[in-house]
Structure formats: structure tokens, C-alpha cells
């Protein structure tokens, strides 16, 4: 029988599959719709009006793109966090990427203890929440001071250009906890590195492949996939963290006189608009490498 | 003159011979000693081996440094603060920071909301999120790609891109301030993370052999018999690892129950973002002595009692968190 004219019978088949396979995820599908959807596109509809918040309900006055010229334009502040939200994404995600590589590969080594290191790279995925990061770094804690503080790094902070100087005095400063957001990636790396076949590593070292290069040729490949999910988990962790300035001017400008709902949309869409120009980029760079191992 | 030669050759040859076995010798032991510090092909090397745990200690201690500065700082007592000779090691064991802090975030009631409010979306979100990945799993239906993006995105949009229309509704509602604020949105697959679940979910039960599922359907069961009485069980390591997950997750997400709960429950993160303000109603300044002053080491105990549930739970559950993702096994294929 040809292809075209399958039997009733197998037709019927798929049908009812994709009505039971439609009755699993109905319920997403209206949870998206009513949760995510609708008000996303009442947010962009704010971010085109004025909003007023009245005991009785919301006013809106129609005033076009006046938020968003206002934001990119009017307000200083936005433009400087954008620019300052984006540099520090680029320059942690990799630094998380190569952290958690490097441990994964020491945990992935056969040693005695390594559980008890799991452990305790694990360990800040489990009590960083917003308000405790701000104590800590409120307090110091999140810094060697001795490496913040020494004069050296104050004169090399102060040779760098104003839109640089943010970004990596943040690094300096905030150091650990740059680190502290590895954990999940951690354990995504190990769990990749446990996949690739010994057998491979054995091969290369039987025709005289050092360790070195095996890492280069062999363990790093393998990772490529991997890279791409880490990363993007990297991105949307950062961006969504309540601590991020962005994220607090916005939530102030909320609940500010000045500022206001429909103001806060507008700036909400242009951190959403540059946070996937950031996740392209990445995307982009780690697709392309992973094309051409 | 022959005989000489010869005699001298002979020599020459058995000391040759001598230099020879005791270069080979030495060399073996060489060879020994650099296997011992450096490695071979069937195990590490002590040098190497030393190397890597002095990095890993190193950088352990680097990691648990704001937690043990936390700790210790905690612990002492106003003069020890005070003490520019007292950083590591306090004087005495001081508790009276974790007394205030306990009374400052009211600790019982806080932490019974912190609990109920981690505790029922992520159950209900773990439910949903594996009825949906079942689905995306077993069945082929049109628009399932779209439907994978649509996940993806949901879990790409900042939270303040969908958060002000759900707050203004839910205060229309009445519902501000309540758990159901944070039970409805979990409950359509929309809650905190929601998208991880459902591809952890997805990923599990794409990698069940089905042959169990057919077996029971031949024998008449319904779709949903057999997802609630094989598919279920077997998953049942998923389904702790989202759940613990999800609960610290709620656990720690400010930004949602900030804005969801505002004027209704108070969780601990919440109680302790506004420590200040509550230590001033406690002990108002102007009316206390210099040591019931709010201090570093007050907040830094709050700020421990705030993390204390979650480092029991993971020291209890500690192989469901470090396992995890071997267990649901997301490495991005």
C-alpha cells in the first residue's frame, strides 16, 4: 500500500493521539495563555499608555513610544544600567563557564573525598536568595578584602575607562558570588564529562595523545552542547536574580511618583529586548565553534 | 699485546655490562619515583594528586568564606566586634545576636509561611509540570516543536515583563497577599522554573522504556490509568528532585512573593530584606543601650537563621541535590 492512502484505522490512530497528547498539556497551554500571554501583552499595552493605579481601577492614557523615548533618551540611568547589565553578563558567564569546567573535571577525577567538595560547590545553589546576597554583600562578605582594597587593584580601577570601571570593580568585589552562581553548572558538566566514552580516551593515549591534548581534542568537543545549555542557564539565572540593579531600578521605578507602571513596562521590554540580543550573541559564538569541531 | 686486548676487552665488556644493570636499575627506580609523584597511565601521581586537592581546598574555602564569615561574625558579641584583635576566633560564645534575631524576624510564624509558601506550589507545580512533560514525551500531536519554544520562552521572559497585569488582578480579585496568588500561576505550568521541570519531566519519560505502558494498554487501561500507575512510579526520582528543587526555589525567589504577597504572608526572606526597619520597632534607637544597637553581627544571625531550614534540608537530602542531574540526566541533548 502506498503512503498517501493510509487505512482509516491508522488515521483514526494518530487522531486520538494527538487529542490524548492535547489533553496532557491543555493545562499548560491555558496556564500560558492566562499566566504568560495575556499578561505580556497587557505590560506592552502599559508600556503605550499612562498608567494610573486608582483605588477603583487602572486609567490609561494613550502616549505612543513616550516611555520608551524616555527611558532610551531622558533617563540617564537606564542607558548607563543597560550598557552595565550587558558588559557584566559577558564577562561572567564566561568566567562561570570556565569555573565550572575546571571543577568538574577535578570532580570527575577518581579521588578519594570528592563527595564532601560536591558537596560544598553545591551548597550556595541552595541558600542564595536576594536578600541574603545583600547582607553578605553589604557586609563584606562576598570579597577578599585584601584583594579589593590593595592599591594596586584601586590604580588599575582607576586607569579604566568610566563604562569599564563598573563592570569589573563589580568582578573584584563580587567576586565569590560570581562564583557561587556554578553550582547547577557544576553538576551539568560532570554529568556531560560522565557520558563521553573512556573508550575514546584510551584510543587517543594509545597513539600518544597527552592529557593536555586529549582535553583539547576530545573532553572539549564533547562539551559543545553543553556550553549552549549552561550558558543560556547562565544568562537567565543573572538577569533574573532580584538583586540585579536592573531589575531593582525597574521594581522602583514601579512604585515611583516619577516613574510609574506603564514607565516601568517600557523599561522591562528593553531589558527583555537586551537580554536576547545577549542570549543571540552567545548562542551565536558557541553554535558557530560547536559547528566547526 | 693480544692477549692484553683481549684481556681489556672482556673487562670492559663485564664493567659495561655492571654500568649497564645499574643504569637500568636506577633507571626503573627513577621511573618508580616519577609514576609515584607524576602519575601513570593506571593512577595519579601524589604531586598530582596533592595539587589537585590543595586547588580544591583552596577554592572550597574560598566558596565557604562568606558563610564562615557569616557564622563566626555572628557569634560575637558587641566588645568582640568592637576588637580590632578579635577576626576569627571569638572571645566567647555568644548566642545574644540569635536571641534578637530570632525575635526581629519572628521567627516561628516566618518560617511556618516560608514553609507553606515553598512547600505547596512546588508539589503543585511538580504534578503539572510532569502531567505536561508525559505528554510532550509519549505523544506526537501537531505544533509539539511550537510548544517546546513556547516552554523555552517562558522560562527566557523576565518575571517584570508578566508580573504588574497578574498583581493588578489578583488585587481585583482579592486574592494580593494570598497563597493562591502563588498556587494559581504554579498551577498552570506557569510557576517559578516552571520550564525546567517540564524538560526534566520530558527528558525522563522519553528515556522509560515504553514496553510497560503498551502492555497495560492492551490490556484496556485508560492514558491516564497508565500514566498514574506505571509511568508515575517509575519517575519517582524526578519527581523528588523537582520537588526539593522547586522548594528551594520559592524558597529563595524574592522578586514573585515580594510583589504576590505584599500585604499578606510574610515569608523569611521577606522579614529579613526589612531586618532594619523591624529591629527599629523592637528595640527603638534612643531607648536601648549601646549593646542592644543594631549591629553586623544581628543581621549576619538573621541572615543564618534565614538560610538554617534550607542547609538542614540539604545536609539531610544531600545525595538527591548532588545527584540530580544524573538522576533526571539534563545535559542538553
Given at each position: 500500500?502506498?503512503?498517501?492512502?493510509?487505512?482509516?484505522?491508522?488515521?483514526?490512530?494518530?487522531?486520538?493521539?494527538?487529542?490524548?497528547?492535547?489533553?496532557?498539556?491543555?493545562?499548560?497551554?491555558?496556564?500560558?495563555?492566562?499566566?504568560?500571554?495575556?499578561?505580556?501583552?497587557?505590560?506592552?499595552?502599559?508600556?503605550?499608555?499612562?498608567?494610573?493605579?486608582?483605588?477603583?481601577?487602572?486609567?490609561?492614557?494613550?502616549?505612543?513610544?513616550?516611555?520608551?523615548?524616555?527611558?532610551?533618551?531622558?533617563?540617564?540611568?537606564?542607558?548607563?544600567?543597560?550598557?552595565?547589565?550587558?558588559?557584566?553578563?559577558?564577562?561572567?558567564?564566561?568566567?562561570?563557564?570556565?569555573?565550572?569546567?575546571?571543577?568538574?573535571?577535578?570532580?570527575?577525577?577518581?579521588?578519594?573525598?570528592?563527595?564532601?567538595?560536591?558537596?560544598?560547590?553545591?551548597?550556595?545553589?541552595?541558600?542564595?536568595?536576594?536578600?541574603?546576597?545583600?547582607?553578605?554583600?553589604?557586609?563584606?562578605?562576598?570579597?577578599?578584602?585584601?584583594?579589593?582594597?590593595?592599591?594596586?587593584?584601586?590604580?588599575?580601577?582607576?586607569?579604566?575607562?568610566?563604562?569599564?570601571?563598573?563592570?569589573?570593580?563589580?568582578?573584584?568585589?563580587?567576586?565569590?558570588?560570581?562564583?557561587?552562581?556554578?553550582?547547577?553548572?557544576?553538576?551539568?558538566?560532570?554529568?556531560?564529562?560522565?557520558?563521553?566514552?573512556?573508550?575514546?580516551?584510551?584510543?587517543?593515549?594509545?597513539?600518544?595523545?597527552?592529557?593536555?591534548?586529549?582535553?583539547?581534542?576530545?573532553?572539549?568537543?564533547?562539551?559543545?552542547?553543553?556550553?549552549?545549555?549552561?550558558?543560556?542557564?547562565?544568562?537567565?539565572?543573572?538577569?533574573?536574580?532580584?538583586?540585579?540593579?536592573?531589575?531593582?531600578?525597574?521594581?522602583?521605578?514601579?512604585?515611583?511618583?516619577?516613574?510609574?507602571?506603564?514607565?516601568?513596562?517600557?523599561?522591562?521590554?528593553?531589558?527583555?529586548?537586551?537580554?536576547?540580543?545577549?542570549?543571540?550573541?552567545?548562542?551565536?559564538?558557541?553554535?558557530?565553534?560547536?559547528?566547526?569541531? | 699485546?693480544?692477549?692484553?686486548?683481549?684481556?681489556?676487552?672482556?673487562?670492559?665488556?663485564?664493567?659495561?655490562?655492571?654500568?649497564?644493570?645499574?643504569?637500568?636499575?636506577?633507571?626503573?627506580?627513577?621511573?618508580?619515583?616519577?609514576?609515584?609523584?607524576?602519575?601513570?597511565?593506571?593512577?595519579?601521581?601524589?604531586?598530582?594528586?596533592?595539587?589537585?586537592?590543595?586547588?580544591?581546598?583552596?577554592?572550597?574555602?574560598?566558596?565557604?568564606?562568606?558563610?564562615?564569615?557569616?557564622?563566626?561574625?555572628?557569634?560575637?558579641?558587641?566588645?568582640?566586634?568592637?576588637?580590632?584583635?578579635?577576626?576569627?576566633?571569638?572571645?566567647?560564645?555568644?548566642?545574644?545576636?540569635?536571641?534578637?534575631?530570632?525575635?526581629?524576624?519572628?521567627?516561628?510564624?516566618?518560617?511556618?509561611?516560608?514553609?507553606?509558601?515553598?512547600?505547596?506550589?512546588?508539589?503543585?507545580?511538580?504534578?503539572?509540570?510532569?502531567?505536561?512533560?508525559?505528554?510532550?514525551?509519549?505523544?506526537?500531536?501537531?505544533?509539539?516543536?511550537?510548544?517546546?519554544?513556547?516552554?523555552?520562552?517562558?522560562?527566557?521572559?523576565?518575571?517584570?515583563?508578566?508580573?504588574?497585569?497578574?498583581?493588578?488582578?489578583?488585587?481585583?480579585?482579592?486574592?494580593?497577599?494570598?497563597?493562591?496568588?502563588?498556587?494559581?500561576?504554579?498551577?498552570?505550568?506557569?510557576?517559578?522554573?516552571?520550564?525546567?521541570?517540564?524538560?526534566?519531566?520530558?527528558?525522563?519519560?522519553?528515556?522509560?522504556?515504553?514496553?510497560?505502558?503498551?502492555?497495560?494498554?492492551?490490556?484496556?487501561?485508560?492514558?491516564?490509568?497508565?500514566?498514574?500507575?506505571?509511568?508515575?512510579?517509575?519517575?519517582?526520582?524526578?519527581?523528588?528532585?523537582?520537588?526539593?528543587?522547586?522548594i528551594v526555589w520559592y524558597w529563595n525567589e524574592t522578586y514573585l512573593t515580594v510583589i504576590f504577597l505584599?500585604?499578606?504572608?510574610?515569608?523569611?526572606?521577606?522579614?529579613?530584606?526589612?531586618?532594619?526597619?523591624?529591629?527599629?520597632?523592637?528595640?527603638?534607637?534612643?531607648?536601648?543601650?549601646?549593646?542592644?544597637?543594631?549591629?553586623?553581627?544581628?543581621?549576619?544571625?538573621?541572615?543564618?537563621?534565614?538560610?538554617?531550614?534550607?542547609?538542614?534540608?540539604?545536609?539531610?537530602?544531600?545525595?538527591?541535590?548532588?545527584?540530580?542531574?544524573?538522576?533526571?540526566?539534563?545535559?542538553g541533548e
Amino acid at each position: 500500500m502506498s503512503a498517501p492512502s493510509r487505512p482509516p484505522v491508522s488515521l483514526r490512530y494518530r487522531t486520538r493521539q494527538a487529542l490524548q497528547g492535547y489533553g496532557f498539556v491543555a493545562i499548560w497551554i491555558v496556564g500560558f495563555f492566562v499566566f504568560t500571554l495575556v499578561p505580556l501583552v497587557e505590560t506592552f499595552r502599559y508600556s503605550l499608555n499612562h498608567v494610573l493605579v486608582s483605588a477603583t481601577g487602572v486609567e490609561q492614557t494613550f502616549i505612543g513610544w513616550q516611555n520608551y523615548t524616555r527611558a532610551l533618551f531622558t533617563d540617564p540611568t537606564l542607558v548607563e544600567l543597560l550598557i552595565e547589565y550587558t558588559l557584566e553578563t559577558l564577562l561572567s558567564v564566561p568566567i562561570i563557564m570556565i569555573f565550572s569546567i575546571i571543577i568538574a573535571l577535578f570532580l570527575n577525577l577518581k579521588l578519594p573525598l570528592k563527595g564532601i567538595f560536591r558537596t560544598v560547590f553545591f551548597l550556595p545553589v541552595v541558600i542564595t536568595s536576594g536578600p541574603v546576597i545583600r547582607e553578605l554583600v553589604s557586609q563584606g562578605a562576598t570579597t577578599v578584602p585584601q584583594i579589593a582594597q590593595s592599591p594596586l587593584v584601586l590604580d588599575f580601577l582607576a586607569q579604566l575607562p568610566r563604562a569599564l570601571r563598573n563592570p569589573v570593580e563589580y568582578l573584584m568585589t563580587s567576586f565569590i558570588l560570581i562564583l557561587w552562581f556554578s553550582g547547577v553548572q557544576i553538576l551539568i558538566y560532570l554529568a556531560s564529562l560522565q557520558k563521553i566514552d573512556r573508550s575514546i580516551y584510551e584510543a587517543a593515549a594509545i597513539d600518544g595523545a597527552s592529557a593536555w591534548e586529549s582535553f583539547w581534542k576530545i573532553t572539549l568537543p564533547s562539551l559543545s552542547t553543553t556550553n549552549i545549555v549552561v550558558a543560556v542557564y547562565t544568562i537567565i539565572t543573572l538577569s533574573h536574580f532580584s538583586e540585579n540593579r536592573l531589575v531593582r531600578y525597574i521594581y522602583a521605578q514601579t512604585y515611583d511618583i516619577k516613574g510609574g507602571i506603564g514607565y516601568a513596562s517600557a523599561m522591562s521590554f528593553l531589558y527583555f529586548a537586551a537580554l536576547v540580543i545577549i542570549l543571540l550573541i552567545v548562542f551565536l559564538t558557541l553554535r558557530s565553534r560547536a559547528a566547526r569541531v | 699485546m693480544m692477549t692484553f686486548h683481549l684481556l681489556k676487552k672482556t673487562d670492559l665488556a663485564g664493567w659495561q655490562a655492571h654500568l649497564g644493570r645499574m643504569l637500568s636499575e636506577r633507571r626503573v627506580f627513577l621511573d618508580r619515583v616519577r609514576g609515584f609523584l607524576l602519575g601513570t597511565r593506571a593512577h595519579y601521581g601524589l604531586l598530582f594528586t596533592l595539587l589537585v586537592y590543595a586547588l580544591l581546598v583552596a577554592i572550597g574555602f574560598v566558596y565557604l568564606y562568606p558563610l564562615l564569615f557569616m557564622l563566626i561574625t555572628s557569634l560575637k558579641s558587641p566588645a568582640d566586634l568592637l576588637n580590632p584583635m578579635v577576626q576569627w576566633v571569638p572571645t566567647e560564645l555568644y548566642l545574644g545576636n540569635y536571641v534578637k534575631a530570632f525575635r526581629v524576624l519572628n521567627y516561628p510564624s516566618t518560617l511556618m509561611a516560608s514553609i507553606l509558601v515553598s512547600v505547596v506550589p512546588s508539589v503543585l507545580q511538580t504534578v503539572v509540570c510532569s502531567i505536561v512533560g508525559y505528554g510532550l514525551a509519549r505523544y506526537h500531536f501537531p505544533g509539539k516543536s511550537l510548544l517546546f519554544v513556547l516552554i523555552l520562552v517562558t522560562f527566557i521572559i523576565p518575571p517584570q515583563n508578566t508580573v504588574i497585569p497578574q498583581m493588578l488582578t489578583y488585587r481585583q480579585l482579592g486574592l494580593l497577599g494570598d497563597l493562591w496568588a502563588l498556587v494559581l500561576p504554579a498551577l498552570g505550568g506557569q510557576g517559578f522554573r516552571s520550564a525546567i521541570f517540564i524538560l526534566i519531566f520530558y527528558q525522563t519519560f522519553i528515556s522509560l522504556p515504553k514496553v510497560l505502558e503498551e502492555a497495560a494498554r492492551l490490556d484496556g487501561a485508560s492514558e491516564a490509568r497508565v500514566f498514574l500507575q506505571i509511568a508515575v512510579p517509575t519517575a519517582l526520582p524526578a519527581y523528588i528532585v523537582s520537588v526539593i528543587f522547586s522548594i528551594v526555589w520559592y524558597w529563595n525567589e524574592t522578586y514573585l512573593t515580594v510583589i504576590f504577597l505584599e500585604g499578606g504572608i510574610q515569608t523569611l526572606p521577606m522579614q529579613l530584606s526589612r531586618f532594619v526597619q523591624a529591629y527599629q520597632n523592637l528595640y527603638p534607637p534612643g531607648t536601648v543601650n549601646i549593646f542592644d544597637r543594631l549591629n553586623e553581627a544581628i543581621k549576619l544571625a538573621g541572615t543564618f537563621l534565614n538560610i538554617l531550614p534550607l542547609l538542614v534540608m540539604y545536609f539531610v537530602l544531600q545525595k538527591w541535590f548532588v545527584e540530580s542531574v544524573e538522576r533526571t540526566g539534563i545535559t542538553g541533548e
